[in-house]
């Protein structure tokens, strides 16, 4: 059992450590809110999500269900649209006078809606879960089978967390909000590259 724990917890970070779309998302929450509270919506509706897609890999279902190709394509079209305009909104987002006044420019729903898009409108990072998470998990059986994927949904929780926290440490290191204006225009461009490159799988 400790050997699945240790393997379910070293491939977890390994695969939710890189940067990407969700990551981002979540960290700019955590600078972006008034609050580190505030951001705490977009943290739990990511972190079921991976829950979600970790328990789908380790039972098996989603590796069936993506061997549609349509679903496939039509996951690709909608995460493109999406990522296009979230990187729009990104861009144009200054939160200087949002932070002085202590509002929020994401309440509750848009964060859910935004956090439910980053982390199932991407299929790249979708078939990476099914794929690495399913195969890792089919070595294990009974208990050690529970303790990987009880390993691998607590790093995801915790990995959140953190990086929400981090992204909240930095706003109040940064009182004059030029660096949060830095950062949304890179992360930006890193939204729209993401959306670049789905479409270049679209068309592969």
């Not at 609050?35 to 970790?54: E, G, H, K, M, Y």
């Not at 349509?70 to 995460?79: F, N, S």
Request: hydrophobic share 55%; charged share 10%; proline share 2%.
């Amino acid at each position: 059992m400790i050997e699945a724990l240790v393997h379910g917890i070293i491939l977890a970070g390994g695969l939710i450590l890189p940067l990407g779309v969700q990551n981002l998302f979540i960290f700019n929450q955590g600078a972006n809110q008034p609050r580190f509270i505030q951001a705490l919506p977009s943290v739990i509706t990511a972190a079921l999500c991976d829950n979600l897609l970790v328990i789908l890999a380790v039972l098996g279902v989603s590796a069936a269900v993506f061997t549609f190709t349509w679903l496939k394509m039509i996951l690709l079209g909608i995460g493109i649209v999406f990522l296009l305009y979230m990187g729009w909104t990104t861009w144009k987002n200054d939160q200087s006078g949002s932070l002085a006044s202590g509002t929020s420019l994401y309440g509750l729903r848009k964060q859910v809606l935004f956090s439910l898009s980053v982390s199932l409108l991407n299929p790249h990072a979708i078939m990476d879960t099914i794929v690495v998470i399913g195969m890792n998990s089919l070595q294990y059986t009974g208990s050690d089978r529970m303790a990987f994927t009880v390993a691998v949904i607590a790093v995801s929780w915790l990995w959140f967390i953190g990086l929400c926290a981090v992204g909240s440490l930095m706003k109040k290191m940064d009182k004059s909000g030029d660096g949060m204006r830095r950062l949304n225009k890179a992360s930006a461009f890193i939204i729209w590259g993401t959306a670049i490159y789905m479409v270049w799988r679209l068309f592969h």
